[in-house]
């Protein structure tokens, strides 16, 4: 079973409105970080925004935010007033402590292309 | 003050070379990671160092060495290269190797003909 399922392989979205991403995760470890990368056309990988398995409140940064429903295993990015610059693949991915095994590895979901339309 | 540099950024060779892909950090972090993007886009970990110790070897063919001189540099040595090698790779960092988040290099656009 995939651990990490991203289930848009593409959205658009009007410039100024918001979006939702989907990710939906699979874990039985109690501890475990989700985290967002946007990649733009360039290439590189943006760390946007990171919700630990312990944390009370969604995490927001800025325009992102994580819509983090844990009993449903869902982590969901929210970009509020999209702009142009925001068109690129956005990954979910996922750390399990593992019992400190896991030794820090990320497992990235298929990814999503983000298109804002002007 | 690139926090995490790799060269090149693109690497174009033959089939049966061997390369050398150099990462640097200047984050003072203690763990680094190469990672590998397919054509399709997926990321998969290739291996973590923490404090010049690997951690992960994910499975890896063994033509594929990291070397970590310094906790600041984690350099990727692939030998006999074969066309499914082509990919990009990232190398990342973090301050330890449980917790923190990833910071990704560029990336290196490697392409074997």
């Known amino acids: 079973a995939q651990k990490i399922t991203q289930t848009q392989p593409g959205m658009f979205v009007q410039e100024k409105e918001a979006v939702t991403l989907d990710c939906t995760y699979d874990t039985s470890d109690p501890s475990y970080g989700l985290f967002w990368y946007k990649q733009p056309s360039s290439g590189e990988m943006i760390f946007l925004i990171y919700q630990g398995s312990y944390d009370q409140q969604n995490a927001t940064e800025g325009r992102y935010s994580l819509n983090f429903q844990k009993a449903r295993k869902s982590a969901n990015l929210v970009i509020s007033a999209s702009q142009l610059g925001d068109s690129a693949m956005y990954f979910c991915a996922m750390r399990e402590n593992a019992g400190g095994t896991s030794y820090g590895k990320l497992t990235f979901g298929q990814g999503t292309i983000l298109t804002v339309h002007p | 003050d690139t926090a995490v540099s790799q060269t090149p950024k693109y690497l174009v060779t033959q089939m049966g070379n061997d390369k050398s892909i150099k990462c640097e950090q200047n984050?003072?972090?203690?763990?680094m990671y190469w990672y590998k993007q397919d054509s399709k886009k997926f990321l998969k970990i290739m291996f973590s160092?923490?404090?010049?110790?690997?951690?992960i070897n994910e499975t890896v063919p063994n033509r594929f060495s990291p070397k970590s001189p310094d906790k600041a540099h984690l350099n990727l040595h692939i030998n006999s290269l074969e066309l499914g090698d082509s990919a990009v790779y990232f190398c990342a960092s973090s301050w330890t190797i449980s917790t923190d988040t990833q910071y990704f290099g560029p990336g290196t656009r490697l392409t074997v003909l």
């Open positions: 984050l003072g972090h203690d763990t």
């Open positions: 160092y923490n404090n010049k110790e690997l951690i």
